[in-house]
């Protein structure tokens, strides 16, 4: 309600003045010209005209007045209070002197002063604590506009890059890698996702030196959602890559000088053999013994046969296994391994025993390598179960399994025997190069081969054995063919690549 309003109670009372003094100012004129009021306005119409422009230009200027000092003056005090607010002259306050609606503005003013005096507080505490967070960071952190211009780099860029800001602010970020086409990768990166996490790539310092990075790269958006650039957080590796590179070297040393040491001791077990052959085959000679003589040369042979396995071993162990895949049929396959050893497991006294199911499915695989390292462990299930002695209850037995897993994505096979078994370490070293229970019958080469074979497969091989009760083989493949083996979560022992 305008009642409610001081400033309407001032122009009245200003209007109502105004209205009196026009009255009196005709009542004046009249009396000094000597005619009524009613004469002079409808008598004489000049002398009406003359005081109605006199009764205007008088509540003219007394209207100057009042807007003057009551309306432009607060309202220009009020702009002035604005401008300085718009140069961050955040401490500036108006008076509070008037009583009126401008002093209402005042206040509220005021009050809006001190509210956006202290929010730019707290936004200035908040962008120094990140602005120190930033600078405080080793890591190698720079904007870029949409454009690709740098447009701010932190003191761990400047440090592992070598350039100043100065120097670097406002050019292309491609300045700083080593190949610009990777930054290129890494865009086309982000049209899929926001970020980019662990982007491999090399930065160029200032020198021209090459610093190995891992990049994560992210969009900077506007509040409506568009792009305006990205921020890009680097870690320097360099030094952890030579070290890496080190160590990788230390472990190619170590492992030539594993296979090295394994190489001698095996010779070693072979030389002898042939040195005790030989003599055997020296005294037999001598003294026209015909048994001493045949049992020398037929260990002379053994240990011509261990130094050409062996060295046939070895040729098959570095060779790079590309598996050649083809259709198998596993029913078959496994059919005509055990058709194969049968008889060898017959002569030794040993029962074998395929278990198949009769619908086996159709894999891709390498049918000669899964061949080569089902023969490889079961002729060790052989080995195991001749080197026990059994009692009158228990006879020598090998078993082999074939059957898909539970979720019918990887395909099993299992051989079983009931031979010595292996103990932890045994257990823990059998596919190790040139490890060997065989003495002087073994390369230790033959598990680590198959090993690898099933690696390349995308399997592995686990493990069960107990002393004196057997040992369990499940070389685990994926029905789906060639890919990433599973890591196993049941605590059991197993091996692939």
């Known amino acids: 309600m305008l009642v409610n309003i001081k400033i309407f109670w001032k122009l009245s009372g200003f209007f109502l003045i105004t209205i009196l003094l ?9 009396s000094a010209l000597n005619f009524s ?3 002079s306005i409808f008598d004489n119409i000049l002398q ?9 230009a008088v ?30 002259e955040f401490d500036f306050r108006l008076s509070e002197d008037e009583k009126d609606e401008f002093g209402l503005l005042s206040a509220s003013f005021n009050d809006m002063a001190s509210m956006l005096s202290s929010s730019m507080i707290e936004l200035k505490k908040n962008r120094d604590y990140l602005s120190s967070i930033l600078e405080s960071s080793a890591d190698i952190i720079i904007t870029v506009s949409a454009s690709g211009k740098i447009q701010m780099i932190n003191t761990g860029a400047e440090a592992a890059l070598g350039y100043r800001r100065f120097d670097i602010v406002g050019k292309p970020i491609k300045l700083l890698f080593a190949d610009v086409k990777e930054r290129d990768k890494a865009i086309d990166k982000l049209k ?3 970020s980019v996490v662990n982007f491999e790539t090399q930065f160029k310092t200032k020198d021209g030196e090459i610093r190995d990075v891992l990049l994560t790269l992210s969009r900077l958006r506007n509040p409506t959602g568009g792009i305006i650039g990205t921020i890009g957080i680097s870690k320097d590796i360099t030094e952890e890559k030579r070290l890496q590179t080190q160590l990788l070297q230390s472990q190619r040393y170590a492992a030539i000088g594993q296979v090295f040491t394994g190489i001698q001791h095996s010779m070693k077990n072979m030389l002898n053999a042939l040195k005790g052959g030989a003599y055997m085959v020296k005294i037999g000679l001598a003294k026209d013994k015909r048994t001493m003589l045949e049992e020398g040369w037929e260990i002379v042979q053994e240990g011509i046969n261990g130094l050409t396995e062996m060295s046939m071993d070895m040729l ?12 198998v049929d596993l029913s078959d396959a496994l059919s ?7 008889k060898t497991a017959g002569n030794k006294g040993i029962s074998l025993e395929l278990i198949i199911s009769s619908e086996l499915p159709k894999v891709m695989w390498d049918a000669r390598m899964i061949h080569s390292v089902i023969m490889d462990i079961v002729s060790n ?23 898909p897993d539970e979720n019918n994505e990887d395909f099993i096979i299992e051989i079983n025997d009931n031979g010595i078994g292996m103990s932890e370490d045994v257990k823990s070293n059998i596919f190790t190069p040139f490890f060997s229970t065989k003495s002087r019958a073994g390369t230790g080469l033959g598990l680590s081969i198959s090993a690898r074979m099933i690696g390349v497969h995308g399997g592995n091989i686990v493990v069960e054995s107990e002393p004196e009760r057997g040992s369990k083989f499940k070389i685990v493949l994926p029905l789906s063919g060639p890919g990433k083996n599973k890591e196993k979560s049941n605590g059991q022992k197993s091996y692939g690549s």
Request: glycine fraction near 4%; aromatic fraction near 18%; include cysteine.
């Open 22 to 30: 026009f009255l009196l100012i005709i009542q004046y004129i009249g």
């Open 37 to 39: 009021l009613a004469e």
């Open 48 to 56: 009406f005209i003359f005081i109605i422009v006199l009764a205007i």
């Open 59 to 88: 509540s003219a200027g007394f209207a100057w007045i009042f807007v003057r000092y009551f309306i432009y003056h607060p309202l220009n005090r009020l702009i002035n209070g604005m401008n300085n607010l718009a140069d961050k």
């Open 192 to 194: 899929y996702a926001d």
């Open 316 to 327: 098959r162990y570095v060779k790079e296994y590309k598996p050649k895949l083809d259709q």
């Open 336 to 342: 005509e391994i055990y058709r194969v050893i049968e």
């Open 381 to 403: 299930a052989l080995d195991a179960c001749a080197w026990k002695n059994y009692n009158g209850i228990e006879k020598p037995h090998v078993s082999m399994r074939a059957y």
